[in-house]
């Protein structure tokens, strides 16, 4: 069973990527920080964690960057509702594997999903 | 009406906001050929009396301050105050670049509003139009305001303070990256249209949880 980790401030965009993922058994965990997402991460090793980069303290650029130093291998999708190209060109360096904005779609997540 | 705002509808409002105000500082990136960077969204409640010391608050307490102001109307209603600290406008009109359209004869002070113009438009539009999206509706703008005063001037005063009674208040911030621009989006939605917008909200919730 494919381990999501879900790491996004907002309570309502956890759920919301929690309903448009399409149908299987994942093993899903959430986070609402950068800070949790490091030690949830660290905890579960999950296969994929979809992250958020507008969060207060520390965001989804610091996390990214710390996660990846953490494991080089992790694989991150970052959904955001910060479109511009260069947050995306910035998360790709960082080692993120995708960017889908806000609000995530059934397809883009599928998609992404892939990857796993 | 502002007790009625539950913790579910801060969060899908401060999301719904966070969504159109990252597509606005997307246009606004690519408009300017600069990186932005964003914070989250807060939502609170303001007495209209308010406005001017919290702006102050927020803005650092500068001696200038750049403002456009523009009220849009549909199904919601309210006004959007786009707030920069100092003289940005003349940032702006250097980022903006020679090619920007501006003609040639005008004077620093008229470029400065125009590029204010400009900016004030594509965030402000930009923002509420996917807020809008995402409520279903469509939205009227009035044309925006422009002022470029020292803060504490009296006309700022008075452009910062004519609402009465209580309002929401969205405030978002975004810094220009490695420019002297730092600004505020605020968001002003008045007592009378909010059993509408809560009505939006719960739907938009229902449709993308349900």
């Known amino acids: 069973m494919p381990a999501i980790l879900i790491v996004d401030d907002s309570p309502i965009s956890r759920k919301i990527l929690r309903k448009v993922l399409p149908p299987g058994n994942y093993d899903i965990r959430e986070g609402?920080?950068?800070?949790?997402?490091?030690?949830?991460?660290?905890?579960?090793?999950?296969?994929?964690v979809f992250l958020?980069?507008?969060?207060?303290?520390?965001?989804?650029?610091?996390?990214?960057?710390?996660?990846?130093?953490?494991?080089?291998?992790?694989?991150?999708?970052?959904?955001?509702?910060?479109?511009?190209?260069?947050s995306r060109t910035r998360v790709m360096d960082l080692g993120a594997v995708g960017v889908i904005a806000k609000p995530p779609s059934t397809e883009a997540i599928a998609a992404a999903l892939k990857l796993v | 009406m502002l007790k009625e705002l539950t913790d579910e509808r801060r969060e899908?409002?401060?999301?719904?906001?966070?969504?159109?105000?990252?597509?606005?500082?997307?246009?606004?990136?690519?408009?300017?050929?600069?990186?932005?960077?964003?914070?989250?969204?807060?939502?609170c409640a303001v007495e209209g009396d308010q406005i001017?010391?919290?702006?102050?608050?927020?803005?650092?307490?500068?001696?200038?301050?750049?403002?456009?102001?523009?009220?849009?109307?549909?199904?919601?209603?309210?006004?959007?105050?786009?707030?920069?600290?100092g003289r940005a406008g003349r940032e702006l009109v250097v980022m903006l670049g020679?090619?920007?359209?501006?003609h040639p004869s005008l004077e620093m002070s008229q470029l400065e509003?125009?590029?204010?113009?400009?900016?004030?438009?594509?965030v402000i539009g930009a923002c509420l139009g996917q807020f809008a999206d995402l409520l279903e509706t469509n939205l009227s703008f009035n044309p925006p305001v422009v002022l470029m005063e020292n803060i504490h001037s009296h006309q700022a005063r008075e452009v910062l303070s004519a609402r009465?009674?209580?309002?929401l208040m969205?405030?978002?911030?975004?810094?220009v990256d490695q420019r002297a621009v730092t600004g505020f989006l605020l968001i002003f939605l008045p007592l009378e249209c909010l059993a509408w917008v809560y009505r939006a909200v719960d739907h938009f919730v229902e449709q993308v949880l349900s």
């Open chain 2, 52 to 85: 001017f010391d919290l702006l102050l608050t927020s803005l650092g307490v500068p001696e200038d301050v750049s403002l456009v102001r523009q009220t849009f109307r549909g199904q919601f209603f309210g006004e959007a105050v786009l707030a920069l600290s």
């Open chain 1, 32 to 48: 609402s920080s950068g800070q949790e997402c490091l030690e949830k991460y660290a905890e579960s090793r999950p296969d994929l």
């Open chain 1, 52 to 86: 958020d980069l507008t969060m207060p303290g520390m965001d989804g650029f610091q996390t990214l960057e710390l996660l990846k130093r953490q494991d080089p291998s992790a694989k991150v999708i970052v959904v955001t509702a910060d479109v511009q190209s260069g």
């Open chain 2, 113 to 122: 509003m125009e590029a204010l113009l400009e900016v004030g438009n594509v």
């Open chain 2, 98 to 102: 020679e090619d920007s359209g501006f």
């Open chain 2, 164 to 167: 009465p009674g209580q309002a």
């Open chain 2, 12 to 43: 899908a409002l401060q999301e719904m906001i966070n969504i159109g105000f990252g597509r606005s500082m997307a246009s606004l990136a690519e408009l300017l050929g600069v990186y932005i960077e964003l914070s989250v969204p807060d939502i």
């Open chain 2, 170 to 175: 969205i405030r978002t911030q975004f810094r």
